[in-house]
């Protein structure tokens, strides 16, 4: 029994890691894309710049679904905290969008990017303190 939950731990603070890596570079990501909308930089269009991201967030995804199903091992037990990150997850992509791509202004797509900073930052702080309420 020690061997699987020494294996379980081994590979939980693997895509821990792994997880926390990706969220790192998200966030590096979207001030960069950020940045470079307000400034109305060509560089918007590269290659990398469109499909980096999207491959980042699918293991950065995969990884928290796999996360979350480690922790959850009672199915009768609910992780609030877990469902607030998934609300914010939502409100996340869509400031993003409307920051990076679908907002019709400088100042609305300026007024999303900070949003979407702000509930990134919530985002970080619940998983952080796994609590829905981190402030």
């Known amino acids: ?40 930089s060509p560089r918007l269009q590269r290659r990398w710049v469109k499909v980096l991201p999207h491959v980042n967030d699918t293991i950065l995804l995969v990884s928290a679904l796999w996360m979350a199903v480690g922790i959850w091992r009672y199915p009768m037990v609910f992780h609030g905290w877990i469902t607030a990150k998934i609300v914010a997850l939502l409100v996340y992509i869509v400031l993003g969008t409307v920051a990076l791509k679908r907002g019709r202004s400088k100042t609305i797509r300026g007024a999303a990017f900070i949003g979407g900073l702000a509930v990134f930052a919530y985002i970080v702080q619940t998983a952080y303190s796994k609590s829905v309420l981190p402030f």
């Open 1 to 40: 029994m020690t061997a699987i939950r020494e294996r379980h731990m081994n590979t939980y603070q693997l895509l821990k890691h792994v997880h926390l890596t990706t969220v790192a570079v998200t966030l590096v990501l979207f001030v960069l894309r950020g940045v470079w909308m307000m400034l109305d």
